[in-house]
């Protein structure tokens, strides 16, 4: 069983292309020095719209490539081993998302679902729906909704900072962790999301229920409340 946080960000800005394109073999050496250091045996580069080739493993963890793409109803993680190397923020549908990841062999998992977001309702054949690190107060809202679509949970912290990796990550049961075994395990649901109670990553929470709620960008479903229940705690 490997332990992959399958949510990651090598830049804790958005925009700034150049700037980023500098910067970015430093964040992925920092995402993947605080993922060995959290005791985690990968990390997938999520980056907004963009993709960049590393190291298949660097500081001793495998480095996955992957992709978050924003759709034309929220984010859908591409993750595997050939994404696309750059989308336009808005354009596609999350069904278009979705074939261009099975058509690259990778699979499509659903982010922070009730974030500024109406995937989840879309009509599109996703391999996997996301526990987020930032909002693990809505895992219950997520399990049911996996079960409501018969999907598997996959977790991932959505680390923009170092020291946020590994805050929620995935359990993925292969036996070796390349890009085509943890796709085969996604969609076959040897995967389940852990996240960690660690008191940093729960004040961290905190803070961002704050800021998206200030913003507007949290939902809830019908019968629930952003905020309430009790944080699932490290399996």
Not at 113 to 134: H, L, M
Request: aromatic residues 8%.
């Amino acid at each position: 069983m490997y332990r992959i946080d399958l949510h990651a960000h090598t830049r804790f800005f958005h925009g700034h292309r150049r700037l980023g394109d500098v910067y970015d073999p430093l964040g992925g050496r920092l995402l993947a020095g605080v993922a060995r250091a959290r005791g985690l045996d990968g990390v997938a580069t999520t980056n907004h719209d963009y993709y960049r080739a590393f190291d298949d493993e660097i500081t001793g963890v495998a480095v996955l490539p992957g992709i978050e793409i924003s759709t034309t109803r929220g984010h859908v993680l591409v993750v595997g081993p050939n994404p696309p190397s750059e989308t336009d923020p808005g354009e596609l549908t999350p069904g278009e998302v979705v074939d261009i990841a099975h058509e690259r062999d990778c699979a499509a998992i659903i982010a922070h679902p009730y974030r500024n977001s109406t995937v989840r309702e879309a009509d599109a054949a996703f391999d996997a729906i996301e526990v987020n690190g930032k909002h693990p107060r809505t895992r219950e809202w997520v399990e049911r909704l996996a079960d409501q679509y018969e999907l598997p949970m996959t977790g991932g912290s959505d680390a923009h900072y170092p020291i946020e990796v590994g805050r929620a990550y995935t359990a993925v049961d292969v036996d070796d962790p390349t890009p085509e075994n943890v796709v085969a395990a996604i969609r076959d649901g040897r995967v389940e999301p852990r996240v960690a109670d660690w008191l940093p990553y729960r004040l961290i929470g905190r803070l961002y229920r704050y800021i998206h709620a200030e913003k507007d960008q949290l939902d809830a479903p019908d019968w629930a409340t952003p905020g309430v229940g009790t944080p699932p705690e490290d399996d």
